[in-house]
């Protein structure tokens, strides 16, 4: 077997046997033309050839897309050994993943619209179909779509929002996963597998297996595939001596079957993803000087911090050919299950003792179950390409069922029930759950026209309406009041963007982008002062970018610059010890994107990818009151000049990668990656104003709270590969200098005494070193 390269089948033959990579990850994605007679590589087989993509819902070539959007190939994913989304992400220009060190754990960011709330403001799609929620009671920020990318073709990542063709949750951008369709000219298996290791942590392994094989020879073929991988701790535990707890497994199962006939074709496809993390990969900061507490790589564990997330996905995408139009119907649905419990020992460990007056404090966990029924289902006509008009008109539906399960416990330090009759009073601090219920309803269209060979203006609209039902229903506990409070709500948003896009030359493009998006809105808790609805979110981008190749088709060049309006943001905010969502603040994002790959010869090719991101608040969130008489607090949770976190207002990244053969048979690959990652924050500011509630009031104090600040971290990793028609041989490693880089930090902070305990902060995964085989036949 031969290396894999970007865009090409992953199996050698005549043509791609001198392939070299052209694929700079993260930047622009480009193929390369080449041949080969004799298994020499040819010098003048350097140019780079476009690739396809996905991102307005047709299959268009990138440098002709007035967007920003990097691609990222599957083989360059498989050649480096990434087994989750932030082992890639810094190399994309604009995008930032902030990890907890476990897949699946991780919240994404685009061009410095964080997430300020529980709704998703990157939207994520698997081929043709919407997952995760779209409401505001399932996490959607912290628990962003990670897959194992097995059987994964490319991923698409579009920058900007994205509102007019993938609507709700999509305003700072989109992740699109495309998967390989079954093949129906190819038979293929392979079977494979690995070894890792982690300095000063533990040693994993994977196997994998997949197969490819035509049912009716050119029409019809079917794709199955498994992956497994043990994930290797290397955080240890200082409370009880345990080592390595952060250990965990992630499994990939899919099976799609594809048919094309003379004018239709048919698409269904099903995946199972698991996760199924042991602990969180946290370690323990000493506040007072930013130095580890007890160790490097050690954190203070007294309930295990275990984590769960399954997905079940299904797709059928059925295509019809009229002849004057294309129609698509998409039909998704996904079932998906997170569970996470977390260590709340030191937040409400000493209620026991300072609260209930036992000898003791106790140990605590919070355990939160996520479960979500998605159903979507698209229709829509596009226009054939190539014509002076282009267009497309859809609707688009979705149904969604939720449940948010919130447990609170209190027991004894070594974790048996707390002493009879406390174990009935206080063992259980809150148990609630948040049923919700989203319907939406969608419809878009969009059209270009090429008013001469070098002018296009292209535009886009959707409507959309969503009504949402959710109720607050508190069982037991101490922390809330017992009972039900259901709630309600229902609005319609505009969407629409506007894309001119002037050709400069054969191979150089000048675009302009305005477009809008949203993160919906929808019911609140019902509590004195909080609006029952809170609105959707909304922005407005304006983008101009250059997409340009020189040096005979040898170096690409994309340049973006942009700036985002955001208004109405949704912010948590706390009232009476418990929260709410409220619309208020504005923010501003601003910045540059550079992303380029040059190919000096057949056998090099070299990536830089960079991006500028000044992101801010531009006014101070609202301020919640909060009754505590005799006094009054007045608490705001982020001020004006604050800086989006966990957003870099620096990123850059290199790549390269040179091949060579060896022997008549067999080729080889060497390269490797670096990224460096600006100073970031991990919050806003918090001004806490204390008066009396009499009138006038008097201030009391004034306390401000800056947010965490996380330092700037490289990472260098390197691979290298030998392969031939049957047999492929990697080696990787990851963190090549163990380098101790933080990707996000909180505050661990005692809820009854109001003490500082530590800072919790997730360590980019330390320096590791792996082996990987594959045979195919």
């Known amino acids: 077997m031969t290396i894999p390269k970007p865009n090409r089948p992953f199996r050698r033959t005549p043509l791609v046997a001198a ?23 040819r010098d003048d087989a350097v140019e780079l050839d476009a690739v396809l993509v996905t991102a307005n819902k047709r299959v268009e070539n990138i440098r002709e897309v007035p967007s920003a959007i990097s691609v990222i190939d599957g083989a360059r994913i498989e050649r480096s050994s990434a087994t989750q989304l932030s082992d890639f992400a810094d190399y994309a220009p604009g995008l930032n993943v902030s990890s907890d060190g476990t897949p699946g754990k991780t919240t994404v960011t685009m061009r410095g619209i ?16 919407p997952v995760g929620s779209s409401g505001l009671y399932q996490a959607a920020t912290i628990f962003a779509l990670d897959l194992l990318p097995y059987d994964i073709d490319r991923v698409e990542v579009l920058r900007g929002p994205q509102g007019t063709l993938y609507g709700a949750g999509s305003m700072g951008g989109l992740l699109k996963y495309v998967t390989v369709t079954p093949d129906p000219t190819l038979t293929e298996f392979r079977i494979g597998g690995g070894l890792s290791s982690v300095s000063g942590g533990g040693t994993g392994n994977n196997v994998r297996f997949g197969a490819n094989f035509p049912l009716v020879r050119d029409s019809l073929a079917m794709r199955v595939s498994y992956a497994r991988n043990d994930i290797p701790g290397y955080i240890d535990n200082a409370v009880n001596g345990e080592e390595d707890i952060n250990d ?9 079957l594809a048919w094309q006939g003379e004018r239709a ?56 050919d009229f002849g004057w139009a294309d129609f698509t119907s998409a039909t998704g649905y996904s079932d998906t299950e997170t569970f996470r419990r977390q260590d709340t020992t030191v937040p409400y460990g000493n209620f026991a003792d300072l609260a209930l007056g036992l000898p003791d404090p106790g140990s605590s966990y919070f355990d939160n179950t996520l479960t979500l029924d998605k159903l979507t289902q698209e229709f829509r006509l596009t226009s054939k390409s190539g014509t002076p008009l282009e267009w497309m008109v859809g609707v688009f539906y979705t149904e969604e069922e939720g449940d948010n399960r919130q447990f609170i416990a209190l027991n004894q330090l070594d974790g048996s029930p707390l002493p009879a009759p406390y174990d009935d009073i206080a063992g259980n601090l809150a148990l609630l759950y948040l049923p919700t219920e989203y319907k939406e309803t969608a419809f878009f269209a969009n059209a270009s026209y090429a008013f001469t060979d070098r002018f296009r203006l292209g535009a886009g609209v959707r409507y959309a309406e969503n009504d949402q039902d959710f109720s607050q229903n508190v069982v037991s506990g101490l922390l809330l009041p017992v009972g039900e409070t259901p709630n309600g709500s229902s609005e319609d948003v505009f969407t629409w963007s506007l894309t001119p896009q002037f050709k400069l030359g054969e191979d150089s493009m000048l675009y302009g982008k305005v477009a809008t998006g949203y993160q919906p809105g929808g019911p609140n808790v019902l509590l004195p002062g909080v609006p029952a609805q809170v609105d959707s979110s909304t922005l407005t981008s304006y983008e101009v970018g250059l997409k340009s190749m020189f040096a005979d088709n040898r170096l690409q060049v994309d340049v973006s610059a942009y700036r985002i309006d955001w208004e109405d943001i949704q912010v948590i905010a706390t009232f009476n010890g418990a929260s709410g969502l409220v619309n208020g603040g504005t923010a501003t994002s601003q910045g540059l994107e550079f992303a380029s790959v040059f190919r000096p010869s057949a056998d090099l090719q070299i990536g830089f990818n960079a991006a500028y991101t000044d992101a801010e608040l531009s006014e101070d969130f609202p301020t919640a009151v909060i009754p505590s008489p005799p006094y009054v607090v007045e608490l705001t949770t982020g001020l004006e000049g604050d800086l989006m976190p966990y957003v870099p207002e620096l990123s850059l990244s290199s790549t390269i990668d040179y091949y060579f053969p060896v022997g008549s048979t067999w080729e080889g690959t060497i390269g490797g990656g670096v990224r460096w990652i600006d100073d970031r924050v991990g919050g806003t500011t918090q001004r806490e104003v204390i008066t009396t509630d009499t009138q006038p009031p008097s201030v009391l104090a004034t306390t401000i709270t800056p947010p965490l600040e996380l330092d700037s971290y490289y990472s260098l990793d390197l691979h290298a590969a030998l392969g031939n028609d049957h047999w492929s041989f990697r080696a990787y490693v990851k963190n090549l200098t163990d380098e101790r880089g933080y990707s996000a930090m909180s505050t661990s902070e005692n809820q009854v005494t109001g003490a500082v305990q530590g800072w919790l902060a997730a360590p980019i995964q330390p320096r590791t070193f792996g082996v990987e085989v594959d045979y195919r036949f």
């Open 248 to 256: 965990g497994l992630q499994t990939s199962a899919r099976a799609a």
């Open 19 to 41: 392939v070299a990579c052209a694929l700079a990850l993260g930047g622009p994605a480009m193929a390369q033309q080449a041949d080969a007679t004799d298994g020499a590589v």
């Open 265 to 320: 074709g048919l698409k269904l496809s099903a995946m199972r993803q698991t996760i199924d993390s042991d602990n969180n990969a946290f370690i323990l900061l000493d506040p007072a000087n930013g130095g580890f507490m007890d160790g490097d790589l050690e954190n203070r564990v007294w309930v295990d911090e275990t984590f769960r997330k399954d997905i079940d996905y299904y797709a059928a995408t059925l295509d019809v």
């Open 114 to 129: 964080a997430p300020l709330s529980s709704g998703a403001t990157v939207g994520t799609y698997i081929d043709e179909t």
